[in-house]
């Protein structure tokens, strides 16, 4: 099994650190607090700057571009706040689905050199599952129902615990932060059920992204834009 799962061995102390760990979070203003401290943090006119010259683009690709511009701003926030668990070096949530749509399915291709799937497996269009697409939980941005066999599997694009790609990283990868004060509730349960990780609140970034990129875009996990990696 998959070193990213806790193992059975330590499964029961596991899930009660967990369940004491929600309880604390529950009681308390913590989260509140630090998504309260990146918000103060961002630089709400740079971020509009991006996505209106993102909304500007003439192709997908300049549009994609823009938006990881965008994210990028979003991060220096979540950086200069320190209110996020996200280290380099913690590579769970490579390891859950990923939800990646055409356009940058093709800018990943180019910039590595890997060949996308021209009709990825369990694809489905923004237009069809709007909500869940926007932002429903826990994986990314994914639609949890039809990509969570994932679950467990490493992203074609991570190579010794680092990301080969982190540049031009999708935009799902940009915005999912776990606004905890570390990794314990990231780690994945061997019967892969339960992973519940307090995010930073991305809906209104997520709406905008795919508002851009446009609701015909089919999205599909990057497993499956690039089976002949995984
Ligand atoms: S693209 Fe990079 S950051 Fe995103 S899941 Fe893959 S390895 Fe992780």
């Given at each position: 099994m998959n070193s990213v799962f806790v193992p059975d061995t330590h499964l029961e102390d596991h899930l009660e650190q967990v369940h004491a760990r929600w309880q604390a979070l529950r009681m308390s203003t913590d989260l509140q607090a630090r998504s309260e401290r990146i918000q103060a943090e961002m630089d709400t006119d740079a971020f509009d700057r991006m996505m209106?010259?993102?909304?500007?683009?003439?192709?997908?690709?300049?549009?994609?571009?823009w938006l990881h511009r965008a994210a990028d701003v979003v991060a220096g926030a979540v950086s200069r706040s320190k209110a996020s668990a996200c280290t380099k070096g913690c590579d769970h949530c490579c390891h859950i689905p990923?939800?990646?749509?055409?356009?940058?399915?093709?800018h990943l291709a180019a910039v590595s050199g890997k060949r996308m799937a021209t009709a990825p497996?369990?694809?489905?269009?923004?237009?069809?599952?709007?909500?869940?697409?926007?932002?429903?939980?826990?994986m990314k941005g994914t639609?949890?129902?039809r990509w969570e066999h994932?679950?467990?599997?490493?992203?074609?694009?991570?190579?010794?615990?680092?990301?080969?790609?982190?540049?031009?990283?999708?935009?799902?990868?940009?915005?999912?932060?776990?606004?905890?004060?570390?990794?314990?509730?990231c780690k994945l349960l061997p019967d892969?059920?339960?992973i519940e990780v307090p995010q930073l609140n991305v809906l209104a970034f997520t709406a905008m992204y795919w508002g851009i990129l446009g609701l015909?875009?089919?999205?599909?996990?990057?497993?499956?834009?690039f089976p002949d990696e995984a």
């Open positions: 209106t010259a993102a909304s500007r683009a003439k192709s997908g690709g300049q549009r994609v571009l990923v939800s990646v749509s055409r356009a940058e399915a093709a497996a369990h694809a489905v269009r923004v237009s069809q599952e709007p909500d869940r697409l926007q932002g429903d939980g826990a639609s949890p129902g994932h679950i467990g599997e490493a992203c074609p694009f991570l190579s010794h615990g680092e990301c080969t790609v982190w540049a031009s990283r999708p935009l799902a990868c940009r915005y999912y932060y776990s606004i905890d004060k570390d990794n314990l509730l892969k059920q339960g015909n875009q089919d999205v599909a996990d990057i497993r499956d834009w």
